[in-house]
Each structure stands twice: as C-alpha cells, then as structure tokens.
C-alpha cells in the first residue's frame, strides 16, 4: 500500500553531468531500500542550467501539467523560462495517477512544494559548500544561489555536478517559502502545451504514431449486456485495405460490477486497416448480428414511470435530523415537488481511442489519453493475465475529459486487440461509437416535501432521491442521490431517503458527478421555498445560513457539518453585491437567479441573467461567479478557464439529455445534443473570495450552482418554474399554462 | 488509386480511393494528424482546414474532389497571411484548454479573416458557431480573434 504522505527522494547524476533528482511515494520499509539506488529522474538540472521537470498526473485540459510543475519551480527558485516538462512515467512510486474530482490540486500541492525545496536545498548546499559558507545565509532567485553579503551568484547548472553527489535530504527537514515570497504561483501562466497546440503538433493521444501501425475499429452491440449471434467476417476481410478481422469474446466483470472500473471488456469484432476510414468503411458489410434481450424494458419512458411510482411512497433513509414527521404536520406551510434532470453523455471531443504495441517479451505498450493512467495500466494486465511490470502506460495529452477517460475501456480494447492481432494498433471509437458506448450520468429524481414555519423558516426538508443500482444494494456509479446540501444541513428538521432501480446502462462520472444534478434539484427548490416564504431567495438563504454559523460557533467537536457554511454564506453575499442583485428595471423577459453550491471542496455562488422570449427560448446573459478555493489559485489564467468552461458545460447540461430505448441510445452523433457554441456563450464576471484554507481543484465546482441559477432565473423572469431538464422551450411554456 | 494533393505549399501523393474523405488522407496517410476528428459528419468543426482559402469541413470532403485546389491545414497556418498573428494571440490569451478543437477553431478564424480584416461581434459569433469546444474556451476564442485583427474588445 502507497502511503502519499510519505515522501522519498534519490540523488543521480543525470545525463552530461547535471544532477537527477529522483521522488516517489513508499511505505517505511521500501524506503530504505528504495533511498539506496536511485528510484528514477523526477527533476533534472543540466549543467547549462536549462531544468527538465516530470509531471506525474495526466493532462486533459484543467491544467496539471503546467501547474504541477509549477509547484516545483516556486519552491526550487527554478527559472520559469527554462523549465521544459514532460510526462512522468505511469509507475507505483508515483501512487494513483490519476486526474479527478478536483483533487490534483488539493492531493500535490504539498508532495510538489518538497520536491522542489528538496532539489533547492540540494543546490544551496553545494554552494554553500563551494564558498565555504553556512547553506541558512543563502538566497535563491530565478535559477540562481545568491550570498547576500558578498552579492555572487552561481546558476543551478554550474552547481548541478557537485549537488549529484550530495545525500539525499530528509523530507520532514525541508523547509517550505511562505506563500507570501510567491513568485510563480499565483500568477497568470501560459499552459506549457500551449505553443504546440497552436501548431498542430501531435500531441494528443489519438495523434499516436509508432512504426507499424495499422488502425482499428472495435464493433460492439449498442445494448450493454448483448452477445454476438453471427458476422460476416470474411465480407468484412474482403474490403479494400483490411489486414485482420475477428471476434472476440470479451471478458464479463464481476457480477455487479462494470466494464472500465473491474477488469473485463465487451465483445465484439475488431476490424484493422491501413487506415482508419479503411476499418470503419468495412462495419458496413459486418451485418453483425445480436442478441440483445438483455436490454429489453431499459428504456427512459419506463425509468421514468418506475421512479415517479416509487416516489409515492418512501425510501430507505439516508440520513436524518429532528422529527420531520411532526414538523410537517405542524407546518405554517407545505411545499411539495418532483424535480427529475435526465441521463446525460460526455462527449469528450476527441472520441475514445488509444494505442496498443505487443511487446518482445509478451507484454503490451499503452499510449493512453486517460484521466487514469493507473488504473488503465492495472485493468489492462488483470483482463489481459500479463504481471504488472509487462503493461507500460504512457501518458498522452487527452482532447478532453470531463469523467469519460476515468474509465479505461478503450484502453482495455486496444490492448486486447492488439495481443490478438500481434501488431501494434490504433484503436478509434467512431463518435457513434462513443455515443452508444458512454458511462452515462445517471438520471435522478428527486420528491420534496418541505415546511415552512410562521416566520418563513425551513422547519421540515424531506428529500427523496431515485436513482440507479447495478447490484441492488449500492448506488450506480456516479449516482448518488444523498450529499450534504445546505437545504437539508439548515433546515430545523430533515430527511434524505433513497431508492434505487434496477439498471444494465453503464453510469459514470460526469464533470461535477452528483453535484451537477443535485445542485438544480435542491437549489431549485430552495428557491420555490423562497417564494412560498415571501422573501427575496437570495435574503432567505442568507438567514438561514447567518443562523447556522451563529449555532456553529457555539458547537464543538462532531456537531460541526463537514460543509462550512460560513464560507458558502460568504461567497452568495459577494455575488449578490457583485451583481447587483435585487436591482429594479430589469427589461421585460428577463430575469436574474442565484444558486450556490459546495463540491469538490470548492465553495462557489452564482448568479445568471436570463432572457425569456415569448416562445419561451431562452438565452443566458450574463453569468456572475463568486468561488472560494482557498488561499491562492495556483494559476489564475489557468483557474478563470476552468471557470468560464464550467458555466458553459453547466448551460450544456441544461439543454441535453440522453434517451434510453431497450437499453439504446436514441442519440447517435453530435447533431444529436443542443451543445453550447459560441453565440450561445454568456459574459462571465468571475471572482475568487480569498480565505484562508488550503487551496482546492476548480475542475469542478464552479459548475453546479451555475445550472439551478438559470432556472431560477427563468422563474424570476416569466415565472415558469421549470423542474424537469433539459430546459426546453416546451417546459417553460407548459411550466407557464401550469401556474 | 494514386491521388495527388497540394497540401501547405507542397505536393504530396496518397494511394487511396477518391471517395476518402481528406481528413482521413491527412491524418492517416500523409501524417498531417494536426487536423482533428470529432465527429465525422460535419458537426464539430474539428477538422477545419482551407481548400482555395474557404474554410472546408475535411471529414465531409471527398479527397478526389480536391483535385489542384490548395489545402492549408494547421500545420501551414503560419504562411498564412493571418496565421501568425492568430498563433499569437491564441498563446497570449492562453485560449486552449485540452486543445483538442483549436486548429478547426483557428482555421475558421484565419478564413474570417481574411474576408473581414475588422469583424464585428456577430460576424465572429456567424463564422465560429460550427466550431464546438467541450471545454468552453468561447470567451478567449472571442478575444483571441479581436487581437489577432487589432480590435480593442
């Protein structure tokens, strides 16, 4: 087992006579071990002081390969300007390396700061050896050792030799700069692919090339669970540039479990070519036929009707405070409600794909565009039957990411096709093939029933949640229906129940998972019990919040909730100062809504101006963005992206749905989903509230708040209260006739 | 068959059947894997290149329809009269996020360029609303294409 708190650090001399600093994560016993040779280059100082540093976790646009690296250079005084990073190795020292759930941040800020005040501490000691002075007098600036008292300076690279052969330091004697000396972090930084991108170099996974390479199409039956009746192989051998085609079985996971998460991969039939057009073009005589019973009745009409069922009576409780029962009963107000937000697709632009390359001694070669480098190199050799150490993984730049590539499916295939094929291959999903072949946000539906008191307090907030199961007893992955929402946690009396049905739809992680849907089923609500309590929704929540954090301060110990509603209280006052909330003369058919959310550690309340046409289309304006991540954004221009691309995903998530027919997608391609363009796209005034806690990932949640602002805003400025998603012309105008 | 395409200023050859889409014959063939694909059927924008300067969807493009035309791709972007001031502007603006969109994207922009040296905002809006980015880079897209035609956004 991988302790990440324990750091272990190796000293090499690198390549021309530079210094090799070597890190990795370990258990106590390993470390000795481990510590006695050199356990692999993670920053490299050349004697001409250029700096090559690693960076450990897989990029797929939130920035971690420049941040990463960032960490280091700030600590080690390192040169911005002549750092070049590349990708570390996929290897155990490393732990999981793996990019999810806003946790990069969060889970290396403190392993990187050391492992740069590590290669610091090292440069300092040899100049202070050098000079004949004490290593505490020294200074580093920009790549440089400086002696104050005297004014000379050495560059890193003239002391790279002599650091080589320096011990390695102890990682609990390193000292760390106090982020007030912060030159890089903090500060707007260009992302390191960036230059590249702009010149259509091959960077991205799907970009791949090795010596070799035919490319492949892996076909499998769009409904989880069928199995193959019979194919024309030999018509499909026959088309022009074939070179292999067969099928294969596929590995069945443990019951319970799916495909991408367990070892295992679907059935189907492999077609390779020349090229990829070539394999693709020869599906078309495959005919392959399925049996496909397996997805009969798993169909969103009949989800639909199960769950609405279902929620006529109770569920399984969550959890629970007070008596909601007799808060209920005795309620100055009822308020009842079903909110429903649909399945949806990821959609990464660059389709599932990845590499694979048998190896002489009858291993395999990955090149993978996976947010879970880790875990593709784990599942692969457990499906494949190969020892670990015969499965290399290489990281490549993913064409986004969003959860889809927290699952290592094509990498799977890709491997075993490539084993069976005995070349190396490129394996590509068709977009149809991504579409039908998604780990689907889980759909949720939710029942309210809510009392106010006489003075417009929550009394009673009963919530009960349908969402999915593939084993019976647990929640379908990335369907959770329970979290600690501040509704419920300030409500004087609560309960979260839950159901679950039965599902074969394979259900994932979708940027902000639970969250996304969460967010506009609570955060909806709340606001109808704004509206039923008379007050302005922003003003209500406010003293519902003002009033926790008073009983807060006075509790101690495991009273406190885990959420800290003071600086959630904290970011929905600055949004609503920032965006003039609660201002008059708004023009006719628009409005302005408020949600705030708190996922993925972050804190974030937003507020969106909303305009509604007659017809009920509708177009996001403006949305203001308040988010609390700590105590720095490590890299701001880098942060205000993710950011901005979370209010715009959120407004995608508004508008999409995926449909279900015997266990089939009734979308196939990109036409498919009303996706957000540009002219789509709102002004986004973004600010960050600076607190003083550790700082967290902005993968993920500036987006949740984002999707209830706007239909709460929709109320506010046609007064249809829209509780169903997508957000669709259609509901707001029956939301209109209903009301 | 044997096909001959002028792509970025030289001729290169492919042995494939005319009915290839071009984007494929880049990629696959001829190496050129800067052009992106997303959807294949046009959707996406992804793999936007020029054909005689317009801005052309390659996945939608037979390759034996090209004929002598010229096909500027992202790898010949900088020759283009707006490339490098494009590929300026996308760095200081930092517009990517995984970038896997943006050489569709900077090629309908390098297009509306060249048509409109000083866009408006719904002239810009009409040329890129094809192009999708997942990431949601619209903002800095936006911006990016200002700078690039010296307009103060």
Request: charged share 20%; glycine share 12%.
């Amino acid at each position: 087992m991988i302790d990440r708190r324990r750091l272990i650090f190796s000293i090499g001399a690198a390549a021309g006579g530079g210094l090799a600093l070597g890190f990795g994560f370990t258990t106590s016993g390993e470390a000795a071990a481990a510590a006695a040779g050199a356990i692999g280059d993670y920053v490299l100082v050349a004697p001409d002081g250029a700096v090559t540093l690693l960076a450990k976790a897989p990029e797929i646009g939130q920035g971690a390969k420049t941040t990463l690296p960032m960490i280091i250079a700030e600590e080690m005084d390192a040169d911005w300007s002549r750092v070049r990073i590349e990708f570390a190795p996929v290897e155990q020292r490393f732990g999981d390396q793996s990019v999810g759930g806003s946790t990069t941040t969060p889970e290396n800020y403190e392993p990187m700061r050391k492992v740069g005040a590590a290669a610091r501490s090292l440069l300092v000691q040899a100049a202070a050896e050098r000079w004949g002075l004490p290593a505490a007098s020294l200074k580093t600036e920009r790549g440089e050792v400086i002696d104050p008292a005297s004014g000379r300076r050495l560059g890193y690279g003239g002391l790279a030799a002599a650091a080589a052969k320096l011990p390695p330091p102890d990682p609990a004697k390193l000292v760390l700069k106090s982020p007030k000396d912060f030159v890089l972090l903090g500060r707007d930084h260009v992302g390191v692919d960036t230059p590249a991108v702009v010149r259509g170099e091959p960077i991205f996974g799907i970009d791949t090339e090795v010596p070799g390479l035919e490319y492949a199409v892996y076909v499998k039956s769009p409904v989880p669970g069928a199995k193959l009746v019979s194919a024309d192989l030999d018509a499909a051998r026959r088309q022009p540039g074939v070179t292999q085609v067969f099928a294969l079985e596929g590995l069945a996971p443990p019951p319970g479990k799916q495909v991408g998460l367990a070892p295992g991969y679907a059935p189907g039939v492999a077609i390779i070519a020349r090229n990829w057009w070539l394999a693709n073009q020869a599906r078309k005589v495959l005919n392959a036929q399925w049996d496909e019973t397996s997805g009969a009745g798993h169909s969103t009409d009949h989800y639909d009707a199960q769950a609405r069922q279902i929620l006529k009576g109770a569920g399984k409780v969550a959890s629970q405070h007070g008596d909601v029962d007799a808060a209920l009963a005795g309620a100055s107000k009822r308020v009842s409600a079903v909110y429903h937000a649909p399945f949806l697709a990821h959609l990464s632009l660059e389709p599932q794909n990845c590499t694979a390359r048998p190896t002489a001694d009858g291993g395999v070669e990955l090149f993978a565009p996976t947010q879970v480098a880790t875990d593709a190199r784990e599942l692969t050799a457990k499906t494949l039957g190969l020892p670990l150490e015969k499965v290399t993984v290489h990281m490549r730049r993913s064409g986004g990411g969003f959860g889809r590539r927290l699952m290592a499916d094509a990498a799977v295939e890709s491997a075993a096709i490539a084993m069976r094929a005995k070349t190396p291959v490129k394996l590509v999903w068709a977009r149809e093939d991504d579409v039908a072949h998604d780990y689907y946000r889980p759909a949720l539906w939710m029942a309210f029933d809510a009392g106010l008191d006489a003075q417009g307090r929550v009394s009673a907030y009963r919530a009960h949640g349908v969402s999915f199961t593939r084993d019976g007893t647990t929640p379908a992955t990335g369907g959770g229906v329970t979290q600690d929402a501040a509704p419920g946690l300030l409500a004087d009396s609560a309960r979260a129940e839950q159901s679950l049905i039965p599902t074969i739809i394979p259900t994932g992680w979708l940027r902000a998972p639970a969250s996304n849907a969460l967010s506009f089923v609570h955060e909806g609500f709340w606001d109808e019990l704004a509206h039923a309590a008379g007050q302005d929704p922003v003003a209500f929540r406010l003293a519902h919040m003002r009033a926790r954090v008073a009983a807060d301060a006075q509790a101690t110990g495991e009273g406190k909730p885990k959420l800290d509603i003071g600086r959630l209280a904290g970011v929905l006052e600055l949004v609503a100062q920032r965006s003039g909330w609660g201002a008059q003369g708004l023009p006719s058919g628009v409005g302005m809504g408020v949600g705030c959310y708190f996922s993925h550690r972050g804190y974030f309340a937003e507020v969106a101006r909303v305009r509604v046409s007659n017809d009920g289309d509708w177009r996001v304006e403006k949305v203001w963005v308040v988010g609390d991540v700590g105590s720095i954004v490590l890299n701001p221009l880098g942060g205000r992206a993710q950011v901005a691309g979370s209010i715009v995903e959120g407004i995608s998530q508004l508008r999409c749905a995926v449909d279900f027919k015997d266990g089939r997608t009734v979308p196939t391609n990109i036409p498919d989903f009303d996706l957000v363009r540009m002219p789509d796209a709102p002004e986004i005034d973004i600010h960050f509230l600076v607190t003083d806690h550790p700082p967290t990932g902005l993968g993920e949640p500036a987006l949740p708040p984002v999707i209830p602002a706007v239909v709460n805003a929709v109320y506010a400025a046609c007064g249809a209260r829209v509780r169903e998603l997508p957000l669709t012309a259609e509901r707001i105008k029956a939301a209109l006739k209903a009301t | 068959m044997a096909i001959s395409l002028r792509v970025n200023g030289r001729v290169l050859t492919a042995e494939v059947p005319p009915e290839m889409p071009l984007l494929w014959v880049l990629r696959d063939e001829l190496g050129l894997k800067g052009t992106k694909f997303g959807c294949g059927v046009g959707a996406c924008g992804a793999c936007t290149v020029h054909v005689d300067g317009a801005a052309t969807r390659a996945c939608l493009t037979p390759v034996g329809t090209v004929g002598s035309r010229q096909i500027t791709t992202i790898e010949g972007l900088h020759a283009h009269p707006n490339g490098p001031a494009l590929q300026t502007a996308w760095i200081a603006h930092d517009v990517p996020q995984c970038g896997y969109c943006q050489a569709g994207q900077m090629m309908t922009a390098a297009a509306l360029l060249k048509d409109k040296a000083r866009p408006t905002r719904d002239e810009i809006e009409g040329a890129m609303t094809g192009n999708l980015c997942r990431c949601g880079c619209y903002d800095r897209i936006h911006a990016a294409i200002n700078t690039a035609a010296g307009v103060e956004a």
